[in-house]
């Protein structure tokens, strides 16, 4: 099992992620061409269309997770009514973000309001649905490597059309809507033979009412859910463009977000291999398990986190040509360290999906990005891009270990996780990080080295002890 996740790890962590790493690395060219103006733009937009994600799919990607493993064989004539309804509920989705868009477009990018709105929502209303779920069979079912080719096809196409579109064409933020378009439209419509023809998961148009109402009161409630991503990311850009942020200011921290982003996405990977492990664990009461699986993950990111944090002044000076932008690094590695909540999260999240209590779920996520967004308002006036970084770390704790607080996690986890002293590592570690990450090389080199070789052995230690 262990083999497996490790597997599947490299395949939705290291693969797929890819062409991110690629415009990563194009980040010298590409800053040449693109001003602090360009990614304040980007981060207004993008700010806004990540809140409106989660609704995008009304929470129904978790339902579809909860039927394949409580319904195992008739689940797909379950998907196929739901897969209608979000039919219907896509094209509904993209008039409400085309509206919304239309409004909230900055005044530098009204020019181009008409294309960006366009470009957004093109693929969602044709092929939305369609890989939803086709995204969910794959991942359900622990094939890896159709959505991996999927998803490098594409992340390669948006980033060969961005890098000829900014910097060949000079079209600065308009280049990586356009790029992204491609994208996602490659990904989305690569779903559709599959999910139609081979898998013949054909939309029920004329769903059954009771059937989707059923299921409604089980996903609206994860909305708020995964609301909590906006809550804790974009919604810090919001509240610097309602409080009049300098546009290059905004740029900041968008740069400190999209290069923070790629390190959470591999975060992200660990989670989506790991995800459908843990849970059929649950399912066959065996959570011992499960918490191995738990513990494996924890190490992973505590390792990437904590050499990424530290070498981050480093990775900064390598990737960026823009002085203004280079200089954000301090931020990133708070931003990087928060990360670490992830693991212990999933811990507690799988026991509220597995048993359907989503309601309870949302006193832990909903309630902790609430949390990040009242300190962004109370913070950022004062401090900033500091004030985004400081709100994000706090909340992301209040979520990664607030939900073995609650009763019903006691209730029904049959394994007891020491979330404090784990809790105590993460924060002994960020304090650690900014100190290391402005020491010699030499002495970095050292500590990078003993790190890994300790979170090894213990990695070890603990599949022995299994």
Avoid at 219 to 229: K, N
Wanted: aromatic share 16%; proline share 3%.
């Amino acid at each position: 099992m262990l083999k497996k996740l490790f597997t599947n790890t490299l395949l939705f962590g290291i693969a797929p992620y890819v062409p991110k790493i690629v415009s990563v690395f194009l980040l010298p060219v590409m800053t040449k061409y693109l001003t602090a103006t360009d990614y304040g733009i980007a981060g207004v937009i993008d700010a806004y269309t990540q809140g409106l994600t989660a609704l995008s799919t009304l929470g129904f990607s978790s339902v579809l997770s909860i039927i394949f493993f409580r319904s195992k064989f008739q689940y797909k004539i379950l998907w196929r009514e739901i897969y209608g309804f979000l039919q219907y509920w896509m094209v509904i989705f993209a008039l409400l973000q085309g509206t919304i868009l239309y409004f909230i477009i900055p005044e530098e990018a009204v020019e181009n309001k008409w294309w960006i709105i366009l470009l957004t929502n093109f693929s969602n209303v044709f092929f939305g649905a369609t890989s939803i779920i086709g995204n969910s069979y794959y991942v359900l079912n622990m094939k890896a490597l159709p959505i991996v080719m999927r998803t490098m096809i594409a992340g390669i196409a948006t980033v060969l059309a961005s890098y000829l579109l900014v910097v060949h064409f000079r079209l600065g933020y308009l280049g990586w809507y356009v790029g992204s378009f491609v994208g996602s439209f490659i990904v989305n419509a690569s779903y559709w033979y599959t999910v139609n023809i081979q898998l013949k998961l054909t939309p029920i148009l004329n769903f059954k009412k009771r059937t989707i109402l059923k299921y409604l009161k089980v996903s609206l409630p994860t909305v708020p859910h995964y609301y909590t991503a906006f809550l804790m990311n974009g919604s810090s850009k919001m509240v610097m463009n309602v409080y009049s942020c300098p546009i290059n200011i905004l740029g900041q921290a968008n740069i400190v977000l999209q290069i923070g982003g790629v390190l959470e996405s591999w975060v992200s990977a660990i989670n989506q291999a790991i995800n459908p492990m843990t849970m059929k664990e649950i399912r066959e009461r065996n959570e011992l398990k499960a918490s191995t699986m738990i513990y494996v993950y924890l190490g992973l990111t505590y390792l990437c986190t904590f050499l990424v944090a530290v070498w981050s002044r480093e990775i900064f000076s390598l990737l960026i040509s823009n002085t203004e932008l280079a200089a954000t690094y301090p931020y990133a590695i708070l931003f990087v360290m928060a990360l670490n909540y992830r693991p212990m999260y999933v811990a507690a999240s799988n026991i509220f999906f597995y048993y359907e209590n989503t309601t309870a779920l949302l006193k832990v996520s909903f309630l902790s990005g609430l949390i990040a967004l009242v300190l962004y308002c109370l913070l950022i006036p004062f401090y900033s891009v500091w004030g985004v970084v400081i709100g994000y770390y706090i909340a992301a704790i209040c979520m990664g270990y607030s939900g073995f607080l609650t009763s019903f996690f006691r209730d029904k986890s049959k394994v007891e996780y020491p979330y404090k002293k784990i809790l105590l590592l993460q924060v002994f570690l960020t304090v650690a990080a900014y100190v290391i990450a402005e020491c010699a090389v030499m002495l970095k080199i050292i500590v990078s080295l003993l790190f890994v070789v300790v979170v090894l052995l213990l990695l070890k230690k603990r599949k022995d002890n299994k």
